[in-house]
Nanobody
């Protein structure tokens, strides 16, 4: 059974930092692109960042580029999201997801391209 477990969320003041982790089990995910998404109350789920299977390719939403960094450790089946200079607008539930392998080496930036999802971790940034 495929399982993704996010951790590292919490409450932080604006300007602070958090690092999210997503541990995958049930399959070796080193062949698949992975992504971080977020969903704020009343809003649609949106992509934050994504990373290719090798880690050599990355994508960032405009709203987080320069502040967030996505990385992965395939030996540990884990993907990370380092979040710096956090803003109240970053408040959301953050989800990690595994991209559908049918897309090959292309990094997909919408939810429809991802087939497995974690349960989410809450990030709250106070002003």
């Amino acid at each position: 059974q495929v399982q993704l477990v996010e951790s590292g969320g919490g409450l932080v003041q604006a300007g602070g930092s958090l690092t999210l982790s997503c541990a995958a089990s049930g399959r070796t995910f080193s062949d698949y692109a992975m992504g971080w998404f977020r969903q704020a109350p009343g809003k649609e789920r949106e992509i934050v960042a994504a990373i290719s299977w090798s880690g050599g390719g990355t994508y960032y939403a405009d709203s987080v580029r320069g502040r967030f960094t996505i990385s992965r450790d395939n030996a540990k089946n884990t993907v990370y999201l380092q979040m710096n200079s956090l803003k109240p607008d970053d408040t959301a539930v953050y989800y990690c997801a595994v991209q559908n392998p049918a897309y090959g080496t292309i990094i997909v930036i919408n939810t429809h391209g991802y087939e497995y999802w974690g349960q989410g971790t809450q990030v709250t940034v106070s002003s």
